[in-house]
Nanobody, 121 residues
Framework: QVHLVESGGGLVQPGGSLRLSCAAS????????MGWYRQAPGKQRELVAI???????NYSDSVKGRFTVSRDNAKKTVYLQMDGLKPEDTAVYYC???????????????WGQGTQVTVSP
């Protein structure tokens, strides 16, 4: 069993900052990429940022220069520092990890339960 537990969401004013965290636990052999996706009401889930186990990063154009993704491999944790938040950043943010479980030879996708981020005056 693998669990991804997110924290750090909430309500913030435009221009403010939030930091999301996501910790992976369970029968994990290795983690490839970790990252964040988001889904706003009535919209499809979209990529926000990912980071590989080699620390390579990829961001959506809408958050470049404002958000920073990082990870602590020893803690199996990924972070998303969000600065300069805008109302259009309002969404449920989901943590994702591509990892290999014990007794498995394959890497597979795993998701957290989601955390709400609301940007409003």
């Amino acid at each position: 069993q693998v669990h991804l537990v997110e924290s750090g969401g909430g309500l913030v004013q435009p221009g403010g900052s939030l930091r999301l965290s996501c910790a992976a636990s369970g029968s994990i052999v290795s983690i490839n990429s970790m990252g964040w996706y988001r889904q706003a009401p009535g919209k499809q889930r979209e990529l926000v940022a990912i980071i590989t186990n080699g620390a390579g990063t990829n961001y959506s154009d809408s958050v470049k220069g404002r958000f920073t993704v990082s990870r602590d491999n020893a803690k199996k944790t990924v972070y998303l520092q969000m600065d300069g938040l805008k109302p259009e950043d309002t969404a449920v943010y989901y943590c994702n990890a591509v990892l290999r479980r014990m007794l498995s030879l394959r890497y597979s996708d795993h998701w957290g339960q989601g955390t709400q981020v609301t940007v409003s005056p």
